[in-house]
């Protein structure tokens, strides 16, 4: 059964700073990843998808990578900002369109 | 842009009562998602459909069942409502097989 783990589970990083929220999952025969920013009381929002081909994905200020055979994703994200204040989740896909959800990191960022 | 929209942002609801959860897209996904999300417990799947008319159970599927009859909207429906339902409910939606997913603002339904 696939796992994924999202490590830390809390991080708190002073404006500006650049940062890398970790992301791992146990069984490495995965399609896609996705990870997704979810506000306090709110929907997810989805931020990027790599395809498993793919290494890479980047969005802005966002840069997501995806190591299959390590289990591993990382977003990395550049100049952070108070905005950029939420909870952000990796999910992964295995069988079928199914997701398998991370637990997520709650960033915060002070000003 | 998607847009999944959810019936309602909050609910309360009795014990025993019959609910239903509502949700609809607009950009004619194929493939569309419940789950519920708890502290500690993360987002578990309860039901999905690929297609109008066809539903799978996901991981936890006990005390709802689903609905579609139309390809833009997908029902989630809590029999009989009980205390341990009291949850966030998260509806989604995807173009395709393992295409990127798009939620709704989530229903925080308290059961009491």
């Known amino acids: 059964k696939q796992e994924v783990t999202q490590i830390p589970a809390a991080l708190s990083v002073p404006e500006g700073e650049n940062l890398v929220l970790n992301c791992s999952f146990t069984?490495?025969?995965?399609?896609?990843l996705q990870w997704f920013r979810q506000d306090p009381g709110k929907g997810l929002t989805s931020l990027l998808l790599i395809q498993s081909s793919q290494r890479e994905q980047t969005s802005g200020r966002l840069n997501a990578s995806l190591d299959k055979s390590s289990g591993r994703s990382t977003l990395y994200i550049a100049a952070s900002q108070p905005g950029d204040s939420a909870t952000y989740l990796c999910?992964?896909?295995?069988?079928?369109?199914?997701?398998?959800f991370g637990e997520g990191t709650q960033l915060t960022v002070n000003p | 842009d998607v847009k999944v929209t959810q019936s309602s942002r909050y609910l309360v609801k009795r014990t025993g009562e019959k609910v239903f959860l509502e949700c609809v897209q607009d950009m004619d996904h194929e493939n569309m998602f419940w789950y519920r999300q708890d502290p500690g417990l993360g987002l578990r799947l309860i039901y999905f459909?690929?297609?109008?008319?066809?539903?799978e159970k996901g991981d936890i599927p006990e005390g709802y069942s689903v609905s579609r009859e139309k390809k833009e909207r997908f029902s989630l429906i809590l029999e009989s409502a009980s205390t341990n339902q009291t949850s966030m409910y998260l509806c989604a939606s995807q173009p395709g097989q393992r295409t990127e997913a798009f939620f709704g603002q989530g229903t925080r339904l308290t059961v009491v």
């Open positions: 069984d490495s025969a995965i399609y896609n």
């Open positions: 459909s690929y297609d109008v008319k066809m539903k």
């Open positions: 999910a992964v896909y295995t069988s079928g369109s199914r997701l398998t």
